[in-house]
């Protein structure tokens, strides 16, 4: 941003930085204001190069830079800005992405965190035109005590005690999990994690997970985590490279959604075909059925004679 | 005017009003700003009117005192709504407070007090942010997350490491986000061609924003829609050809109404709680408890002391197909006309299923 208001906002947040020490390092202040050094010398220099001061007037700042070494004196600019209202809404929407629907006791905790924010705004005469316009949720809430537990483990590189519920569990089991990184994809949050029980890497979705205590147990971190292994097409998901595929083809009455969704062209016909790894056939032939009739398995073939056995044991169930 | 002189000229004018506690004329502030001492007393003027209203959007609060249309109002700057207040931490080892600035202006700086956990919550929240795909958005953050800097340590303001909002794959285009914003915040009406992917037809609209709201990883403006007579949801993304109404930029062209909540419209639903319709009380039973079907009884009512739960349904195709794809789970079993459809769509689904090659 090279607009006047962008340089004021980086000069207003380079200033201050001045208040203990007069002289510093043009390279590490850039640095620590994560712009290119030769962006930060141009603010700088804005400040220097006063061609129209009259001879006796004082200056607001006085800047004088020498190589990599700056020295500025900006008396009345030793602390930084108040929040602006802008700020204060990113914050706010940061903390409504977090978790909306918090316990009592984070409620309590957040209203604080809320009322000493509101205490280091700027407050302007067209306050009230932020209020109430942004908002958001990245998925219906679950317990916001896992949550809470999950942050904590992984901040704190702690193992974590999780009862699991597992798609076809009925009971689910309890087990130490050692979290690496929590994804949050179309919908769901999943916690990738070593799991202590299956002694091997484990994608465990969140909403599934119905107690999750911090144990005082440390681990090593993601030592050796092999990053793409853990994704497939951006979506979370493990083995991916070395799982079979399955061929699906969504009807053009859905089409359009999913090609939306997952970014995939149409076909000349208005429908979608999609290749996706194959690791989980029940996890497989439910996401098929979720769409009906407008999604068919185009391969492999034993899996659509799955889907078929599955439907009539459904529809004699019913009748 | 080019940039240089104008920042210069914003940082003298801050600098001769903190300067004076009781504020300043514009004619003391010609004496004081170099930039307003040559030129024209009503061109001087202009600017300074400009200068302050850009400040003040800025975040910088010039108080103007007087009579408003008073010939001499003085213009105020203080140190006090000014400065970041000093921040104090608390945490497991007690307060820790940052080293004041030993000057006028200075000294009489207010504290606020954080605690530990709620500065980490805080570094979250602007991580958070930071992910949803509206560069202004992290911007504002990043900028908050700076200035707090000033007095809490790198440590504490670090956000959780390893959580990551992957990106949908339709992302809303900043620039539409960055427009709608601004319409937002000055009430302007916009107009955009908008891609209806129920009735696979684009359309021109007009409306009138309320809100702006991320829910389940897209951005939706909430907007009146006059045409229709109600508040809509348009996702941005499908938005093409946006327009901010550029006439009259000094006034609003409308009011959000004070019943209007954005927050109740942005939570995710279940695609079959969307809607207008009346809901219907379908009756389920869990034949079998797992983690999916755990997502049925939290989505509606479980009856008392029975393995089945009761939903409010408003749409009942995608309430079947949710059901459908539990793989026989869950099942409908009042009232009939909906189980009568769950049948159909299972056959419906096996004769498909039967008839690929």
Redesign the interface.
């Known amino acids: 941003m090279n607009t006047a208001a962008g340089r004021f906002q980086r000069l207003m947040l380079a200033l201050p930085r001045f208040a203990t020490e007069r002289i510093q390092s043009l390279s590490g202040l850039a640095a620590s204001l994560e712009v290119p050094p030769e962006v930060l010398i141009n603010d700088l220099r804005t400040l220097a190069e006063r061609y129209d001061l009259p001879g006796g007037a004082d200056e607001a700042v006085t800047v004088v830079i020498e190589g990599d070494t700056v020295t500025v004196e900006a008396n009345h600019f030793l602390r930084p800005m108040r929040l602006s209202q802008s700020e204060l809404a990113a914050l706010e929407l940061g903390l409504r992405l977090l978790g909306r629907d918090a316990s009592d006791e984070q409620t309590v905790m957040l209203d604080n965190l809320r009322a000493r924010l509101a205490q280091c705004i700027a407050s302007l005469p067209r306050d009230e035109a932020h209020a109430g316009l942004r908002d958001g949720a990245l998925s219906p809430e679950g317990d916001t005590r896992i949550r809470t537990a999950i942050r904590r483990a992984l901040r704190q590189s702690r193992v974590l005690r999780i009862h699991y519920l597992k798609s076809g569990d009925s009971q689910g089991t309890s087990r130490d999990i050692r979290p690496f990184r929590l994804c949050w994809s179309n919908g769901a949050w999943y916690l990738v994690a070593w799991c202590e029980l299956g002694n091997g890497l484990r994608n465990f979705r969140v909403d599934r997970v119905t107690t999750a205590e911090l144990t005082d147990r440390s681990h090593g971190g993601p030592e050796g985590l092999d990053e793409p292994a853990l994704m497939s097409d951006g979506v979370p998901f493990l083995g991916a490279g070395s799982a079979p595929t399955m061929v699906l083809r969504y009807s053009a009455s859905i089409a359009r959604w999913i090609a939306e969704r997952d970014g995939l062209p149409l076909e000349a016909d208005g429908s979608a075909v999609r290749t996706m790894p194959l690791a989980d056939r029940a996890w497989a032939i439910r996401h098929v059925l979720q769409y009906g009739s407008d999604c068919s398995i185009l391969e492999p073939a034993d899996l659509r004679r799955e889907l078929v056995e599955t439907l009539e044991g459904m529809a004699g169930s019913l009748s | 005017m080019p940039?240089?002189?104008?920042?210069?000229r914003?940082?003298?004018l801050?600098?001769?009003l903190?300067?004076r506690r009781y504020g300043l004329t514009l004619a003391q502030l010609r004496h004081e700003v170099?930039?307003y001492?040559d030129g024209r007393a009503e061109s001087v003027r202009r600017t300074f009117e400009r200068d302050k209203d850009?400040l003040?959007?800025?975040?910088?609060?010039i108080e103007v005192e007087g009579v408003p249309g008073d010939p001499e109002p003085r213009y105020r700057l203080t140190s006090d709504?000014?400065?970041?207040?000093y921040?104090v931490v608390a945490g497991e080892r007690g307060l820790v407070r940052p080293?004041r600035?030993d000057?006028n202006?200075?000294r009489a700086?207010?504290e606020?007090?954080?605690?530990d956990?709620?500065i980490?919550?805080?570094s979250?929240?602007?991580?958070?942010?930071s992910q949803?795909g509206d560069p202004m958005?992290?911007t504002?953050?990043?900028?908050?997350m700076?200035?707090l800097a000033?007095d809490i340590s790198p440590e504490l303001l670090a956000p959780?490491?390893?959580?990551?909002?992957?990106?949908?794959?339709?992302a809303a285009a900043s620039e539409h986000l960055e427009a709608l914003?601004g319409a937002?915040?000055?009430?302007k009406q916009v107009s955009f061609t908008y891609y209806g992917?129920e009735r696979?037809e684009t359309e021109r609209r007009t409306v009138l924003p309320y809100?702006?709201?991320?829910?389940?990883?897209h951005w939706y403006l909430h907007a009146l829609d006059p045409a229709r007579g109600e508040v809509r949801a348009f996702r941005v993304?499908r938005m093409r050809e946006l327009a901010v109404n550029a006439k009259a930029p000094g006034t609003q062209d409308y009011e959000?109404p004070a019943t209007f909540?954005?927050?109740d419209?942005?939570?995710?639903?279940?695609p079959w709680k969307l809607g207008e319709d009346p809901p219907v009380a379908v009756e389920v039973r869990i034949?079998?408890?797992?983690?999916?079907t755990?997502?049925v009884a939290?989505a509606g009512q479980r009856v008392a002391g029975t393995n089945r739960v009761i939903c409010q349904v408003r749409r009942r195709e995608p309430f079947?197909?949710?059901l459908?794809?539990?793989?026989?789970d869950v099942?409908p079993v009042a009232p009939p006309d909906i189980?009568r459809e769950?049948?159909a769509?299972?056959?419906?689904?096996?004769?498909?299923?039967?008839t690929?090659t």
Not at chain 2, 184 to 187: E, G, P, Q, S
Not at chain 2, 287 to 292: F, I, K, L, M, Q
């Open positions: 940039v240089r002189p104008k920042l210069q914003w940082i003298d801050m600098a001769a903190l300067d170099v930039g001492q850009e003040r959007r800025l975040g910088v609060p709504r000014f400065y970041l207040p921040l080293r600035i000057r202006g200075y700086l207010a606020c007090e954080f605690d956990e709620a980490e919550l805080l979250d929240a602007a991580r958070r942010v949803v958005l992290a504002h953050a990043w900028s908050a700076k200035k000033a959780t490491a390893a959580v990551h909002v992957l990106p949908t794959a339709a914003s937002l915040l000055r009430r992917i696979d809100g702006l709201a991320f829910t389940s990883g993304s959000i909540s954005l927050s419209r942005s939570k995710p639903k279940l034949n079998r408890a797992n983690g999916h755990a997502a939290r079947l197909r949710w459908l794809g539990l793989a026989g099942e189980v769950y049948r769509l299972i056959q419906r689904t096996l004769t498909t299923a039967r690929v």
